[in-house]
C-alpha cells in the first residue's frame, strides 16, 4: 500500500485516475503554498506527498519515501536533508517548457522591434516610422546559456522562424530520458542548436549575439554568473532575456551594463525582489521590458494537468520500481 498525501490543487479527473490504481490510499489537506508544519490532524505515515512546499516538519514523517513539487525551481529542497535520508524527489521540469518559450519569442519580437517605444508613441499620439521599429528577426543571432525543456523549445520555435541558435552547455547535448516533454515540444533528441559551446568557450558563445536567453535554474554555481566580464562580452547591439532566477544576472552590473549601454536592452521575468519595488531603476529604462514573473503561466489550466500528469505517472513508477520522471540527483539537492 502507497499512502500519498496532496497539498496541491485537485483535478477531479486526475484525482479519479490516482484513486483507480491498484494499492494506494489518498489524503487531501488544504493547498498552502508556503512551507508551514502538517496540519494537526494529518497523517505522518505517508510514503508519497505532492506540494509545492515541503511541511517543515518533514522530519516527523519516516516513511516518506518521495516529494512530488510542483515548480520546476527546487530551491524549497535544497540542503533540507533529503539525500541523505534516501527520500527521492522529483520537480515540475517540462510543464512550464510551452509557455516560457513563448514568451521569450514574444520578447525578442517585443525588443526587436522596439514594441514599448511604439506603445509610447501610441499614448502620445505620434505618428513614426522609424527604421528601428522595422527590424527583422530572420537570420539573427540567438545564444541559449542552457539545453534544458525550455532551452529546446526555445531553439525550436526560434530555428522555425529563421534564427541561428547557439548554445552554451557544461558538458555536451545528450538526448533527454525520464524527463517530462509534452508531445511534440523542444528537441528531444538534442539537434537543433547550429552551434555548441562549452563553459570554457564562454567568450566565444556571447561575443556576436543578437539576443540572449539564460535557461539554467539558480543554483550555487549560476547565481551571479552573469556579471561584468559576461555582460561586456556582448555586443552593445544584444539584449539579454531573463525568465530563469533573478541573482543570476547580478544586479549592479546589470544597471550599469544598461546606464553606459554596454548592451542594447533587456527583458526580465524574474526579479531581485518580489514584488520590485516602485522606486527601483529598472522600471525607468526605456528599453528594457519587465514581467512580474508569469512566463510560466502557473494559473492557466495546462499547469495543473500536466504537473498531475507527472505526480500520477510516478505514482504508478514508484509503485513498479522503475525510473521516476524528473527525478533530482543528490548534487541537485545539495545546492551543485
Same mark, same amino acid.
Given at each position: 500500500?502507497?499512502?500519498? /498525501?496532496?497539498?496541491?490543487?485537485?483535478?477531479?479527473?486526475?484525482?479519479?485516475?490516482?484513486?483507480?490504481?491498484?494499492?494506494?490510499?489518498?489524503?487531501?489537506?488544504?493547498?498552502?503554498?508556503?512551507?508551514?508544519?502538517?496540519?494537526?490532524?494529518?497523517?505522518?505515515?505517508?510514503?508519497?506527498?505532492?506540494?509545492?512546499?515541503?511541511?517543515?516538519?518533514?522530519?516527523?514523517?519516516?516513511?516518506?519515501?518521495?516529494?512530488?513539487?510542483?515548480?520546476? +525551481?527546487?530551491?524549497?529542497?535544497?540542503?533540507?536533508?533529503?539525500?541523505?535520508?534516501?527520500?527521492?524527489?522529483?520537480? +515540475?521540469?517540462?510543464?512550464?517548457?510551452?509557455?516560457?518559450?513563448?514568451?521569450?519569442?514574444?520578447?525578442?519580437?517585443?525588443? %526587436?522591434?522596439?514594441?514599448?517605444?511604439?506603445?509610447?508613441?501610441?499614448?502620445?499620439?505620434?505618428?513614426?516610422?522609424?527604421?528601428?521599429?522595422?527590424?527583422?528577426?530572420?537570420?539573427?543571432?540567438?545564444?541559449? *546559456?542552457?539545453?534544458?525543456?525550455?532551452?529546446?523549445?526555445?531553439?525550436?520555435?526560434?530555428?522555425?522562424?529563421?534564427?541561428?541558435?547557439?548554445? $552554451?552547455?557544461?558538458?555536451?547535448?545528450?538526448?533527454?530520458?525520464?524527463?517530462?516533454?509534452?508531445?511534440?515540444?523542444?528537441?528531444?533528441?538534442?539537434?537543433?542548436?547550429?552551434?555548441?559551446?562549452?563553459?570554457?568557450?564562454?567568450?566565444?558563445?556571447?561575443?556576436?549575439?543578437?539576443?540572449?536567453?539564460?535557461?539554467?535554474?539558480?543554483?550555487?554555481?549560476?547565481?551571479?554568473?552573469?556579471?561584468?566580464?559576461?555582460?561586456?562580452? /556582448?555586443?552593445?547591439?544584444?539584449?539579454?532575456?531573463?525568465?530563469?532566477?533573478?541573482?543570476?544576472?547580478?544586479? %549592479?552590473?546589470?544597471?550599469?551594463?544598461?546606464?553606459?549601454? *554596454?548592451?542594447?536592452? %533587456?527583458?526580465?521575468?524574474?526579479?531581485?525582489?518580489?514584488?520590485?519595488?516602485?522606486?527601483?531603476? /529598472?522600471?525607468?529604462?526605456?528599453?528594457?521590458?519587465?514581467?512580474?514573473?508569469?512566463?510560466?503561466?502557473?494559473?492557466?489550466?495546462?499547469?495543473?494537468?500536466?504537473? *498531475?500528469?507527472?505526480?500520477?505517472?510516478?505514482?504508478?513508477? $514508484? %509503485?513498479?520500481?522503475?525510473?521516476?520522471?524528473?527525478?533530482?540527483?543528490?548534487?541537485?539537492?545539495?545546492?551543485?
Amino acid at each position: 500500500m502507497l499512502n500519498i /498525501l496532496i497539498d496541491m490543487p485537485i483535478v477531479e479527473e486526475r484525482l479519479e485516475q490516482l484513486h483507480n490504481i491498484p494499492g494506494v490510499n489518498v489524503e487531501i489537506i488544504p493547498f498552502r503554498e508556503t512551507s508551514e508544519p502538517l496540519p494537526a490532524t494529518a497523517s505522518k505515515n505517508f510514503d508519497i506527498i505532492f506540494c509545492t512546499f515541503p511541511p517543515i516538519n518533514l522530519h516527523d514523517c519516516p516513511s516518506i519515501r518521495l516529494i512530488q513539487i510542483s515548480s520546476v +525551481g527546487y530551491n524549497q529542497l535544497v540542503q533540507i536533508g533529503l539525500a541523505e535520508q534516501g527520500v527521492k524527489a522529483c520537480n +515540475g521540469q517540462g510543464i512550464f517548457d510551452v509557455p516560457i518559450a513563448e514568451w521569450n519569442m514574444g520578447m525578442i519580437f517585443q525588443l %526587436a522591434r522596439n514594441m514599448r517605444g511604439m506603445y509610447r508613441n501610441q499614448e502620445q499620439k505620434v505618428w513614426d516610422r522609424s527604421a528601428l521599429f522595422q527590424t527583422e528577426i530572420r537570420g539573427s543571432k540567438l545564444g541559449i *546559456w542552457g539545453y534544458g525543456g525550455i532551452g529546446r523549445e526555445t531553439t525550436r520555435l526560434a530555428k522555425a522562424m529563421g534564427m541561428h541558435v547557439q548554445v $552554451l552547455v557544461r558538458d555536451a547535448i545528450k538526448p533527454r530520458e525520464q524527463i517530462y516533454c509534452v508531445p511534440g515540444v523542444g528537441d528531444p533528441e538534442g539537434i537543433l542548436p547550429d552551434l555548441v559551446f562549452t563553459e570554457d568557450q564562454e567568450t566565444e558563445f556571447l561575443q556576436d549575439l543578437d539576443f540572449l536567453i539564460l535557461a539554467v535554474p539558480l543554483t550555487n554555481h549560476t547565481e551571479g554568473m552573469i556579471g561584468e566580464r559576461q555582460l561586456r562580452a /556582448l555586443p552593445p547591439t544584444a539584449y539579454i532575456l531573463n525568465p530563469s532566477r533573478g541573482p543570476i544576472i547580478q544586479e %549592479a552590473a546589470l544597471l550599469r551594463a544598461l546606464r553606459e549601454q *554596454w548592451i542594447a536592452g %533587456a527583458a526580465l521575468d524574474t526579479h531581485y525582489y518580489y514584488p520590485m519595488p516602485p522606486e527601483h531603476p /529598472l522600471w525607468e529604462f526605456p528599453n528594457v521590458i519587465m514581467t512580474p514573473h508569469i512566463s510560466g503561466s502557473s494559473q492557466s489550466t495546462h499547469f495543473l494537468e500536466r504537473i *498531475w500528469s507527472i505526480f500520477i505517472e510516478n505514482v504508478k513508477r $514508484l %509503485a513498479n520500481n522503475e525510473p521516476l520522471l524528473n527525478e533530482l540527483s543528490s548534487r541537485q539537492l545539495q545546492g551543485e
